[in-house]
């Protein structure tokens, strides 16, 4: 007998996350040295960590033989403090991926659905997908989320709608009118996403606490892993009312968030001048190849944040002529966009190096219109 007759059923519909791939992997493949490969293929802080959390971890590492705290007193406490809001407001994730997988475990029956946008974060689907839920991908022309659509598609079967503001793969933002005009329309029994993995990249950023503050059916998702740069220690966070915190809570396991990643955030989360500094190389990257990419005639989609989506023709292809190169990006295969490839904002050299080496794809040229 096959194990699959006593699964869940709906776990045959889940397909693994395809994540960038590893400098390791790269480096043993292609017989390259690891220090010659840059990686721009998952919005990593191509400045590394801050200074100070990297201190305060160093000293957590010391005390690797206690578990860590629980309740992640001090850092809730912080975040809460940085946002304006309480401790109770405030839960910790193994990375913010993990809450998304809390609240899909707190609210999705199967049977239930979702809604997201048809090019969102893929990961809001997979969840669902885990929880026998069904995900309704809401068009999205222009690659922006339509809310009006979005707000549409949701019935009484509809347990939560996911918004990723800024969206990854393409980087467009919502502003704070259609977020307002949409949360007007949403009824009481649905739970409100709002990802904001990017946040710390906006200039104006909306603000979508005030739901949270008004008592809504809202979480807010933000990460250490973009601009704070400890994606390898896995911590995030969402921020509610107090009573969807306390449901949240408990669906997850006592030591979820490890003590040297809650040292690490901590540190991190004072550093403003890491933060502002990753900021100001984001926006200088950023410009930097969207000027390169109009130069070439290749569309791309305007980002928000430290990613740029362009269409280069055969994504596929691009993307495994710059790996030789030693230069990895994010094929969009899995994203259903052949055409296109992701890559992330890295230090000057890093971007002035993709940049040589992608207009040097023959291909190219094809792709441009
Ligand atoms: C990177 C990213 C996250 C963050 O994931 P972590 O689990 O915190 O590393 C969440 N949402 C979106 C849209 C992202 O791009």
């Not at 070439?296 to 305007?302: H, K, S, T």
Request: proline share 6%; net charge neutral; charged share 25%.
């Amino acid at each position: 007998m096959s194990l699959w007759n006593t699964a869940h059923p709906w776990l045959r519909e889940l397909v693994s996350y395809e994540p960038g791939k590893p400098i390791e992997d790269v480096a043993r493949e292609l017989g390259l040295k690891p220090e010659e490969i840059i990686k721009l293929a998952s919005n990593e802080n191509p400045l590394g960590p801050s200074p100070k959390a990297l201190a305060a971890m160093r000293e957590m590492l010391e005390r690797s033989h206690f578990y860590p705290d629980g309740g992640g007193y001090y850092l809730r406490e912080a975040i809460a403090a940085k946002v304006g809001l309480k401790r109770e407001n405030v839960i910790l994730g193994c990375g913010s991926n993990e809450v998304i997988e809390f609240i899909g475990k707190a609210f999705l029956n199967p049977g239930d659905e979702i809604v997201c946008a048809r090019h969102a974060f893929v990961v809001y689907k997979l969840m669902a997908t885990l929880f026998g839920a069904t995900t309704i991908e809401v068009p999205d022309p222009n690659f922006a989320h339509d809310l009006d659509a979005m707000a549409a598609a949701i019935t009484p079967k509809t347990r939560e709608v996911f918004i990723a503001n800024p969206n990854n793969p393409t980087g467009t933002l919502l502003s704070q009118d259609e977020i307002d005009r949409f949360m007007e329309k949403v009824p009481a029994h649905v739970v409100v996403v709002f990802d904001e993995a990017y946040y710390e990249f906006l200039e104006n950023p909306p603000d979508t606490l005030k739901f949270v503050r008004e008592g809504r059916n809202v979480v807010v998702l933000r990460t250490f892993s973009k601009i704070q740069g400890l994606a390898n220690l896995r911590i995030g966070y969402g921020l509610a009312k107090p009573e969807l915190i306390d449901v949240l809570q408990k669906t997850r396991q006592p030591f979820n968030a490890n003590g040297i990643a809650q040292a690490g955030a901590l540190a991190g989360l004072a550093d403003e001048d890491h933060q502002r500094k990753t900021r100001e190389l984001t926006l200088e990257g950023r410009n930097f190849l969207q000027r390169e990419f109009a130069a070439m005639g290749l569309e791309f989609v305007p980002s928000f944040a430290n990613f740029v989506l362009v269409r280069v023709g055969d994504g596929r292809a691009v993307f495994q002529a710059l790996m030789r190169k030693g230069i990895i990006v994010r094929d969009m295969t899995s994203y259903a966009l052949p055409e296109w490839i992701r890559v992330s904002i890295g230090t000057m050299p890093q971007n002035t190096r993709f940049i040589t080496e992608l207009r040097k794809f023959p291909g190219l040229a094809t792709a441009a219109r």
